[in-house]
Each structure stands twice: as C-alpha cells, then as structure tokens.
C-alpha cells in the first residue's frame, strides 16, 4: 500500500493556499470601473508600452473650403461689377466656413468620444475577464489531463492490452480528479450563466440582438441546452470512471474474470460516448468562447492535446512512484511504452495543429483567418512557443530509443510538454477573452498553482485506498514480465 508522505501533502497544501490568494488577489486588483482603466492605460503609455487606442490621432481639415456661392470650374460672368448684396455676402463668408468648421469639429469630436468611451468599456471587460480566464484556462486543463487518462485506461482495457495492467492503479488515482474537478468545472459554467463574467459572449442577450451571426446560433447556444449539455457529458464520464474502478477492484475478489468482462464491455460503450461528447465539449467550452468562427478539426485538436497530456502525467506520477520504492513490477519496457506514446501523439498533436492552421491560413477567408492573424499578432511568443515545446522538443528528444528509458529525460521532455499543453489551452482561450491585454501574472500562476496543488493531493490521497497491484487481473503475469 502507497502511503501519503507529509512533506509531498505539506508541498500539496501550500501550493493551495498560495494559488487561493493569488487568485483572490487578481479579482480584487481587476479595474472596476472606466477611470480605473484610463490609469491603467496611462500608466502603460508612461511605461513606454504599446496600448491601442482608437481614438488617437489628429483632426485634419482641408486647407481650402470652397465658399457656397463657388462650384468648382466655374467662373463668374460679371467682372466688371459686384453688387453690394454680394459684397456683404463675400464678407460674410470667412465667417459662415469657420461656423461650419466648428460644428464639423465638434461633430466629430463627439464621435471620438463616443469611440473612446466604447473603446475603454470594451478594455474594462477583457481586464475583468482576465482573472476568470486564468482560472478557467487551469480549470478545464487539470480537468481535461484527467479525463485524458481515462479515455487511456478505457483504450487500454477494449484492447485487452497486455503491458499496462500494471499501471491501471497509478490511471484510476489520476482519473480520482475527475470528480472533484467536474464539480469545480460546473459551478464554474453557471457562474458564467449568471453573468458574473463575459467569457461567453453568446450568453449576453444584448450582444445576441446586435449580431446576426450569434442569433442564427441561439438554437444551440443557449444557456439551458449548453449548461444541460454539460451535465450530461460530466455525468456520462464520472459514471465511467466510478463503475470501471469498482469492477477493477472487484476483480481482485472474484474467482473469474467476470468484473474483467464487464469492464470490456462498458469500456467499448465509454469510448462511444466519449468520441462524440468530447468532439461537442471541444465545441462548447473552447470554440463557443469565439462564436463567429468554427474549424472541422477542432474536437480532434483540443483531444490530442488532453489525450498527450494524460499519457504524460501517468508517467510522470509512475516515475515518481518508482523513485520512492514502489511499483516494483513496472520496469524500463513500461516505461519506455509510455513515453512512445508521448512521442507518438505530440507528432499527431502537431499534424492536426498544422493542418488547421495551412488550410485556414491559406485558404484566407476572413471570417476564419481573423483566428490566427490574433494569435500571431498578439500572442507571437505563446503561440509558436507552444510548437517548440509540444513538437520540436519532443521530437528532439523522444526520437532517442535510450532516452525513452531514462528517468530524468522523462522527466524534463513532460514537464515541458506538460506546460506547453497548458500554453495551448491559453492560446485557445485568452486572445477571445482578454484580447491584447494578456500577460501571465499573479491571475495565471495562482490559477496553476491552486489547480496542481488540488491535483497532486486528490490524486496521492486516492493512490493510498487501494493496493497498486490488480491481482486477479487476467493479463497481470503477462504485464509484470513485460520486456521491450
């Protein structure tokens, strides 16, 4: 049985309690109102940083006014005489433009303001959705590494795979998460139903009357259909989870494999649910924070990432183990195994974050390609960052056959793709959110650091309930003498 060390739950706690306070930090620092926002501006500009404004500029006017009596390309046919009328009336001109003049000014000058007032309202909100789009980005990243290595284990069992019963403990403690993140998940999604941030546009009913593109939508992006829709998916996998751990334990007490039968047959139908609900979820709580644009790749994007993520988090957690004393049946084949996977699925991640990309990019439809024009423009660091660390370091790295088999490679090749994914799920979510005014701050990392402590204590706490050996498992022999 694995026991709990207090200083890994002490590391657990703190990290907890720092992100809490962060994260109250970034919501009590967040601009209230517009004077707050013209400061923050200001300050910015004072800083010598780059702030868009579009009301900046010089009013020009043209050098001639053409007088109203004067029509270009004509002359006058009286030359010789000028009546008095028209004397007075050409005296009285340079008076008339400069009113006309002045009222166009004025004119415009209340347009400007207008355009500014909207400009630093529009500012407000991207400032105060910024801590609520940190917390989200780390809340559905934990949740979804979790939900990575389920749909991992339940691939695992359908293939009735011979090598990784001997990790299936080490996949049901991750998978411990998934529970206590969904609910965090949910709360979180009805707070965005009630308004309380503006990370879904489509949930404004004033921006719903103003765009037509988001009112054809209202069918499906509704609050009841979409908050519904969530509950459904959270509730279809956690169900998987409690069910497919139940039957593993119950296995180990049974003189058949029976409880192994069962967790074939709810595996194969678990995939079938999760292939569709996950591709709608992509869709939902990633893609409908942009309701304007849509990519056929999506839902196999946002899995990939998820997907190598999991992968990489069961090896991490297995390292760890092992480097303590346990898991004395996993060896180097295992592990070498695991980190083909991560190989594997960060060059597949990479196809499709290509192929988006060349087929949008190319193709050049403004509707679509205003998506990366953003992240290029104003995420330039994130967004190609996230490349190198998610393909090129891999590939760089997890090509070696050796490397494979060596714990601190490993360790350094997952904790980048780790991170890289998470700057991949910060590249889908702020540039619609927060727009330019991104930076990672106390928001971001408090956000991380509460969802990882959260993380690293659900998941050790599950590792002690059980043994981390199934026993009765069918194919455990064959996994413990794994060899590669």
Known sequence: MYTFSSKLKTFSFILMIIGVLGIGYGFLTAPKNIEEVEKILAASEHEGGHVEAAHEGILQFPEKVMLPTETKGEKSDTTDTISKDSLAYKASAPIAVAEVV?????HVEVDEHAEHQEHLKHVL????????????????????????????????????????????????????????????????LILCGLHLNHLFIWLDPEVVAHDKIISNKVGYLNFPFWIGRAAVFLIGWNVYRYFSRKNCLAQDESNDDSFYKKNFNISAMFLVFFIVTESIMSWDWIMSIDPHWFSTLFGWYVFASFFVSGITTICMVTLYLKSIGYLEHVNTSHIHDLAKFMFGISVFWTYLWFSQFMLIWYANIPEEVTYFVTRIEQYNLPFFGAVVMNFVFPILILINTDFKRITWVLVMAGTVILFGHYIDFFNMIMPSTVGDQWFIGVSEISSVLFFLGLFIFVVFNALTKVPLLPKRNPFIEESKHFHY
């Open 125 to 188: 909100n991207q400032l105060q959705n910024k801590p609520w789009s940190a917390f989200y980005v780390a809340c559905i990243f934990f949740m979804l590494v979790s939900m990575g290595v389920l749909a991992f284990y339940a691939i695992q069992q359908v293939a009735q795979a011979g090598w990784s019963p001997v990790l299936f403990r080490v996949m049901q403690g991750i998978t411990a998460y998934l529970p206590v993140g969904s609910v965090i998940f949910f709360v979180f």
């Open 102 to 106: 002045s009222k166009e000014k004025k």
